[in-house]
Nanobody, 129 residues
Framework: VQLVESGGGLVQTGGSLRLSCATSGFTFEQYAIGWFRQAPGKEREGVSYIINRDGDTYYADSVKGRFTISSDHAKNTVYLEMNSLKPEDTAVYYC???????????????????????WGKGTLVTVSS
């Protein structure tokens, strides 16, 4: 199993970035893909997820209305479109994959994050003020 994030970088406040999470090694349609982020000195935070079999999505309140998650089943890739970026969005962003119940528990409920099986190595997003 592999998850590879890309698309991070430096952007000014109010700018946009699109992160990609390219996946391989598992049946894409059976899994949910989530995005987490971790800022320096802070705990890892669940940002968004998409359940591939039905397209159901979820966003943390901190990003709702600004971030959009989507998936391309032909490419086994999930995207996180980030608009109206703020300095507080600065973090390393990780994508992760597991069965839907595991990802929903980790991101929506903020519980048992360590039970998510598959993780990418992360991509750094820096938003300058």
């Amino acid at each position: 199993v592999q998850l590879v994030e890309s698309g991070g970088g430096l952007v000014q406040t109010g700018g946009s970035l699109r992160l990609s999470c390219a996946t391989s090694g598992f049946t894409f349609e059976q899994y949910a893909i989530g995005w987490f982020r971790q800022a320096p000195g802070k705990e890892r935070e669940g940002v968004s997820y998409i359940i591939n079999r039905d397209g159901d999505t979820y966003y943390a309140d901190s990003v709702k209305g600004r971030f959009t998650i989507s998936s391309d089943h032909a490419k086994n890739t999930v995207y996180l479109e980030m608009n109206s970026l703020k300095p507080e969005d600065t973090a390393v962003y990780y994508c992760a994959a597991d069965l839907p119940v595991v990802v929903v528990t980790a991101i929506m409920l903020g519980r048992k994050v360590d039970r998510v099986d598959y993780w990418g190595k992360g991509t750094l997003v820096t938003v300058s003020s």
